[in-house]
Every structure is written in C-alpha cells, then in structure tokens.
T-cell receptor
C-alpha cells in the first residue's frame, strides 16, 4: 500500500539545536501539507506545497521554521533554533489536488521533544 | 486559526449505540471532510462531502452538511469498541487554494 513516510518517528533534542523532519509523499501526489498537533492548539496548519511550490506558510513562525521541497519525493521541515514550545507531533500529509476535492493521506508523525 | 469547532469534545457510549458528532465552521467551503485518529497514529480519511451535497453514506457512517447553518454532523451507527478514536472535521475554504483546516476534534470512547 502506498503511504506517506515520515522520519524520524521520535526526536529528543536540547533547546537551541537544529531539528530536521523529513517526509516522503505518496508517489504522484502533487500537494504536501505540514501540520503540528498539540493538546492545547489541536492540529495547526504550518505550510503546504503544490507541485513543489509553497502556497501558504502563514502558519509557521518564520524566524525559526522553514519548509522546503527539494524534489517531488522529499519535503523537509526545519526548526532552527528549537525551543521547548516547539514540542509537538508534526504530521506530513499528501494528496492529489485536481481543482475540486482532495483527501489527504497522513504519515505517522514525528514526535518532537525539545528539552 | 481554526475553521471548525466540534461538539462534543468528548463522547462516551456503549457498544451498539449510535454516536453523533457535530462540526461548525465559519467561512464558505468547497467541501468538508471527516478524519479519524487512533491514539499515537496519523489521521485517516473517512468521508468527504461537497458543498452542493446534503448527505452522504459510507458503511456505518452518515454525514450531513447544512451550508446555510455552516454545520455538519457525523453519525456512526451500531458503534463498536474499535471505533474508539478521535474524530476531526476538516474544511476546504472556498477560493483558498485547497488548504485543509481541521477542527479540535471529538474524542469518542465506545465501551464494550
């Protein structure tokens, strides 16, 4: 079965360190989303791409977060420097936008703990 | 910012009973979707209803959409213990490039 693959599954780091999360979308999907999930805020949309171009990254703290798609098989989310408040589960999801209805397929997430 | 708000936040029922979850949203939409999340896992798509549809069925799931009230409901009939999970509605706001915005979710517990 095709699936969205996220690495690493878990990451524990110290405040100030750089964190890179990776996502391999489903082959053929043209849209990739990054979400962050916490108990307090729920699922927040951080950024999303279509055909590798960023469409909206207004949900990301720009001073420390960056999202890229170096190629169609890889999306990255970086935090530099990381802070304890960044502790959350980060989900990547991909879909195939055809101008109408699009359902998303989610990865298993990266659980990030910043100490 | 959250587009959808769900009600109730938590729901506990016995196996065999029906579970109803509601979602309200703020802006015009292209479609509305429901997802399920088991503890510690990613979300799984359940059903999608377009803005010109009023009701949709999939197995034991029934979704309604009332665009005049900006609300939707998800009904799970004859619930099973395996339905225990969090359920999220997600909206695709009109003319916003297909972004999907999630509500806070309803935590459903089905007791055997």
């Amino acid at each position: 079965d095709a699936r969205v693959t996220q690495t690493p599954r878990h990451k524990v780091t110290e405040m100030g360190q750089e964190v890179t999360m990776r996502c391999q979308p489903i082959l053929g999907h043209n849209t990739v989303f990054w979400y962050r999930q916490t108990m307090m805020q729920g699922l927040e949309l951080l950024a999303y791409f279509r055909n590798r171009a960023p469409l909206d990254d207004s949900g990301m703290p720009k001073d420390r977060f960056s999202a890229e798609m170096p190629d169609a098989t890889l999306a990255t989310l970086k935090i530099q420097p990381s802070e304890p408040r960044d502790s959350a589960v980060y989900f990547c999801a991909s879909g195939n936008w055809t101008g109408g209805s699009e359902k998303l397929f989610f990865g298993s997430g990266t659980q990030l703990s910043v100490l | 910012s959250q587009q959808g708000e769900e009600d109730p936040q938590a729901l506990s029922i016995q196996e065999g009973e029906n579970a109803t979850m509601n979602c309200s949203y703020k802006t015009s939409i292209n479609n509305l979707q429901w997802y399920r999340q088991n503890s510690g896992r990613g979300l799984v798509h359940l059903i999608l209803i377009r803005s010109n549809e009023r009701e949709k069925h999939s197995g034991r799931l029934r979704v309604t959409l009332d665009t005049s009230k900006k609300s939707s409901s998800l009904l799970i009939t004859a619930s099973r213990a395996a339905d225990t999970a969090s359920y999220f509605c997600a909206t695709v706001p009109y003319n916003q490039g297909g972004k999907l915005i999630f509500g806070q979710g309803t935590e459903l517990s089905v007791k055997p």
